[in-house]
């Protein structure tokens, strides 16, 4: 019989038992069934919510928006989402899962047909299903679909000015400009020109109309008589010398110079093609002055109060020494007037005054990033064209803009509004003494170790918590009196002022899992562990779902581990199945899923058979491991080997049968199993000499999907001539989801950009035209084919995509100089990771070496250097005799800090008859912090709840525990490792890294030394951790080595314990 149900609206979220009963007839209930129901997921905190109907938006990339989705489920990639725009598909360019829902960066897609207008921004959540509460893994359960829409508007942009550049003199050939330069190198004026009527104005506008011209020379069409001028103030018009280029929303136009009279005026850009009725015009300040007077200074900066006074000179402006200055000029700073002014000298040709600029705090004096750009401005009282400005700077002191907590509540972020002379700290100094004053929280950052205070930037320091801090949001920390200032030392030092530690911007939900036996009998004890990636204990809640007095037993417990008694008298009910179930909540009062565990307690007796850990998730690329831990029925006293035997349950392919075997640990290696799948294996255990006492159990293995990775080879920053051609090769990018040495299945597309300061461009050749691109992973460029940059490299970026995966990037910066310097390119050998951005991640205790290659023929000298204070002559280094290779060895006095970021840099230099040149590449290098937590410990796995630790114990029958509780780090993926030894033997037996965060074990009578190491998802170790137990006299006196039951034979490796404390 088949039934469709119209299922009732519900007033709550979560998982109910339905029932199906007969109206009259027997039995009455014919099924029942699980059903869930889940909020509706709602999207919020639109950041960008217009762009113009091309796409662009004011996100920081110019082209993205970014919004929470709430009630949505944690995703593994961008390609677990589907985002549309009205009818256009979008793809997501970053993501943050965080407690119950989703932070997404979406790129905007230009409007529909460009028209401007609200569309719907619809999210919806396209990736696998987690499997319902009493679900089966592998089987398919229809879900109702998991959509969030917010509104989205598209508009037509006005026009607007972006940049106003004078040259007096040209660069040869298509443009004035060239990179941001005039003639001879020449930095252009912005907003201004000589009242000479010479020269040439670049005009830089966004959303103008487009206007049809010849772009190989500049010059209009014939027949589209477009008109196209600026009128500077009322009386002086500029006309059009030639289109510079049209590339989208920008526009850019050379115009000749009128002459004028000095002073400020209205300024109006106006561009009508033939067709249209009205021009469409941009307004924009523009100043004329009289450059036979010029004012100079030797040091145009100041702190914002407090200014020494400094000397400025002008040419051509004649005053008198005998009257006081205040009465014949006015000196200004912007709109503030200067402290004072006095004349030293002055003649025909050149005047000299001493001026102390004036507090720059006012209500209307603006700073962006610390600074304060103003003209400086000396006008005569009697003739206010006859003057002279110069750009001039004030410098705000440091302060701190927030000190983050990051999720996980191991470290914080402090981020200054602008950037600091590190508190004049080496690349060595960790004290947070030295940043920090000595109060209240600064004490609470300690635990059992001093926190540690690295500067990442010098925007940003990073405070490692020492292990046990007891800081939480809210707590405040104040700056020390003294300590920072701006990065060039101009400002004064900055306030020593309190600012309170904010709690992360997006709650992680913590993990879970559960580790302890799925079957138990009459006379067993049942000990539960779970374990959370909280570095401060968490606040466990444990209930049993089906059996109300087995519920209200486990709800008084509030630690990680349920422990019942032998015999379990909580648990009433003979060959059933319990489902216990287990939140963790942790500082941040984030709350984990309900993790739930099912324990059969049968009649007959039966070994006791669980996991560690209690589920794996991998990805392809990583070994899947896990280990059976087996405990003898304590209804029988007749003991006998255990025997083993996996098999598989499910999954998309066969596992080979030689990883299935018959020992009590799983290794399956990286590479074999399917990306974005779920397989499920099945471990039997049966006692030898009675087959029939026996217990089976499942195990899920999700194997997650890797995103795309996009990489040109070589370094991230080039420097080259513009005489040598450039070759950029992206083969190296891959699907890491696909085996290195099959078909990727690619798709490339090349982009090349140059800023101008005000806007992005697309870069052009030296003709003028844009550069073309390639569509294949290799892009060349000929020779001559670029001019030199000034004052921004030339940002390539390769984007990769592939059907059902989000596209990724990677950006290389170019600087190009004319002078014919040697190429260099750097390699990276041995032990580091390749991040998104080019730069390397190494662990403190790394062995890498940086390989340097010259293209120069003759004779030259390679050398290293780095940016930060570090000896490349210590103990921790070496270089090669000729400069070639630099080695670190992860030792000596002057190791590189973990948490701190090294810039590498290998220069060659060539000596000529008519110049030295030198050629150089750079290598970012970012050093990780190893994870942190509490010391492991060591105790006897009992049914008594709460009682002290006991190490000590009887071989055969009593399980010991090895616990490394509340470990965390920020790069996740933690895995552990465990080994012992017996006091008199000379043999080690130490156990395989692995997820579990506890090895529970029957160890052989004699003193035991245990050690227990973590390390994170990079490699970076802990220290060693070592305690000891006692194991009492059994089996008739006597001492035998036991195979622990928790790997079996072949999982243990009988090796030196290669640790020390």
Not at 563 to 569: D, E, K, M, R
Not at 992 to 1002: A, Y
């Amino acid at each position: 019989m088949t039934l469709s149900l119209l299922m009732p609206a519900f007033t709550s979220a979560g998982v109910f038992t339905c029932r199906i009963e007969r109206v009259e007839g027997s039995p009455k209930v014919l099924t029942e069934f699980l059903y869930e129901y889940f909020n509706p997921p709602v999207a919020s905190n639109l950041e960008q919510s217009d762009a113009t109907v091309k796409g662009q938006t004011a996100a920081k990339d110019g082209a993205s928006t970014a919004l929470r989705i709430s009630n949505f489920p944690a995703i593994a990639s961008g390609a677990d989402v589907s985002v549309t725009f009205g009818s256009e598909k979008s793809h997501v360019l970053d993501y943050k899962n965080f407690k119950g829902g989703v932070w997404l960066q979406v790129m905007v897609p230009p409007a529909l047909n460009l028209s401007p207008g609200v569309v719907a921004l619809k999210v919806q959540y396209v990736g696998a299903e987690a499997i319902p509460r009493g679900g089966v893994t592998g089987q398919t359960y229809v879900r109702a679909p998991k959509v969030a829409s917010v509104d989205f508007t598209y508009f037509v942009p006005q026009p607007e000015v972006l940049a106003v550049r004078w040259c007096e003199g040209c660069q040869t050939g298509r443009t004035c400009l060239v990179n941001g330069r005039c003639l001879k190198g020449v930095r252009p004026k912005e907003n201004s020109a000589p009242l000479r009527g010479v020269g040439t104005l670049t005009v830089v506008l966004r959303n103008m109309p487009v206007v049809p011209h010849n772009p190989l020379t500049g010059e209009l069409a014939a027949a589209a008589k477009a008109s196209i001028s600026a009128s500077l103030g009322s009386t002086s018009v500029a006309s059009l010398s030639r289109v510079v280029f049209q590339d989208g929303d920008l526009s850019a136009f050379e115009l000749s110079m009128p002459s004028a009279s000095a002073g400020e005026v209205l300024a109006e850009m106006s561009v009508q093609p033939a067709d249209a009725p009205v021009p469409t015009t941009a307004s924009f300040t523009f100043t004329f002055f009289d450059d036979n007077i010029a004012l100079s200074c030797f040091e145009c900066r100041a702190p914002s109060s407090s200014g020494a006074q400094f000397r400025v000179t002008i040419t051509n402006f004649l005053i008198s020494t005998a009257i006081a200055a205040s009465d014949q000029i006015t000196v200004t700073f912007g709109s503030e007037a200067a402290a004072a002014v006095t004349i030293l000298s002055s003649n025909g040709t050149l005047t000299v005054l001493m001026i102390t600029p004036p507090s720059y705090e006012c209500a209307s004096c603006s700073y962006a990033g610390g600074v304060a750009a103003v003209e400086l401005a000396v006008v005569s009282r009697t003739d206010a064209s006859r003057g002279a400005s110069s750009p001039f700077t004030f410098w705000t002191a440091p302060v701190i803009s927030t000190i983050a907590m990051d999720q996980l509540g191991l470290q914080l972020a402090v981020t200054f509004d602008h950037s600091t002379n590190r508190a004049s700290m080496s690349s060595s100094d960790r004290s947070c003494g030295q940043v920090f004053a000595d109060e209240t929280a600064f004490a609470k950052m300690s635990g059992i170790t001093a926190p540690k205070c690295v500067w990442a930037t010098a925007l940003t320091l990073n405070v490692f918590l020492g292990v046990g801090a007891t800081l939480v949001p809210g707590d405040k920390l104040t700056l020390k009196a003294g300590s920072v200032r701006s990065a060039n030392r101009v400002s004064l030092d900055s306030p020593s002022e309190a600012t309170s530690v904010a709690a992360p911007e997006f709650l992680k939900e913590p993990s879970l899992s559960v580790s302890g036996p799925t079957t138990i009998d009459q006379c067993s004890l049942l000990n539960l562990k779970a374990a959370s990636d909280s570095p401060r204990p968490p606040d466990f809640a444990w209930s049993c779902l089906n059996h109300a007095g087995l519920d209200a037993a486990l709800r008084a417990f509030t630690t990680s581990q349920v422990a019942l008694a032998s015999g379990t008298p909580e648990m009433t009910d003979l060959d059933m199945t319990y489902e216990i179930g287990v939140t963790a909540t942790d500082m941040f009062g984030s709350t984990s899923k309900l993790v739930v565990s099912k324990v059969f307690k049968a009649s007959a007796p039966a070994p006791q058979l669980y996991f560690q850990p209690a589920s794996v998730a991998v990805t392809r690329d990583l070994m899947a491991e896990v280990r059976a831990v087996t405990v003898f029925s304590q209804c029988t006293d007749t003991k006998s080997e255990m025997l083993f035997q996996w098999a598989q349950v499910s999954g998309p392919t066969t596992i080979p049968a030689q990883y299935l075997g018959t020992i009590s640990q799983l290794r399956i290696p990286g590479g074999t199993l399917q990306a974005a799948a779920t397989y499920v294996v099945s471990l039997t255990v049966s006692m030898s000499n009675d087959v029939s006492k026996q217990s089976s159990s499942q195990m899920v293995i999700s194997v997650g999907s890797l995103p795309l990775i996009a990489r040109i080879t070589g370094s991230v920053t080039r420097k080259q001539s513009t005489r040598s051609a450039l070759a950029l090769d992206a083969s190296v990018s891959r699907d890491p989801d696909v085996d290195a040495a099959a078909e990727q299945g690619l798709a490339f597309v090349w982009a090349c950009s140059l800023s101008d300061g005000t806007s992005s461009q697309a870069c052009r050749d030296t003709s003028g035209a844009l550069l073309v691109l390639s569509s294949e992973s290799k892009l060349q460029v000929a020779a001559d084919m670029l001019a030199a940059t000034t004052d921004a490299p030339y940002e390539f970026t390769v984007t990769v995509s592939k059907t059902g995966k989000s596209p990724a990037t990677y950006t290389l910066s170019l600087t190009l100089v004319t002078q014919d310097i040697p190429n260099v390119e750097l390699a990276v050998y041995g032990e580091f990771f390749r991040q998104a951005d080019g730069s390397i991640k190494i662990n403190a205790n790394s062995v890498f070496s940086l390989t340097s290659s010259c293209s120069a023929t003759n004779a030259k000298t390679q050398a290293w250097g780095t940016a930060q204070e570090v000896a490349l002559t210590a103990p921790a280094f070496t270089a090669s005799t000729g400069g070639g290779s630099l080695i670190y060895k992860g030792e000596g006095s002057n190791a590189l800090v973990a948490g701190a970021s090294y810039l590498m840099t290998s220069s060659c230099t060539v000596v000529g008859a008519e110049e030295t040149v030198v050629g150089s590449a750079e290598q970012v290098v970012v050093v990780n912090s190893p994870p942190a937590g509490v010391p492991c410990e060591t105790c006897l796995v009992d049914g008594n709840d709460g009682a002290p630790c006991v190490k000590a114990g009887q071989p055969v029958f009593d399980l010991l525990r090895i616990s490394c509780d509340n470990w965390a780090d920020s790069d996740g993926g933690l895995e552990y490792r465990f080994g012992y030894q017996v006091e008199g033997d000379d043999k080690d037996v130490v156990f395989d890294w692995n997820e579990s965060p506890s090895l529970d074990m029957r160890l052989p009578t004699g003193t035991i030394n245990l050690a227990a190491q973590v390390r994170d998802k990079l490699g970076a170790l802990s220290v060693i951790m070592s305690s000891t137990v006692e194991i009492g006299a059994g089996g008739g006196g006597r001492r035998r080595l036991l195979a622990s039951p928790s790997v079996g034979e072949g999982g243990l490796q009988a090796r030196r314990l290669l640790m020390q404390s």
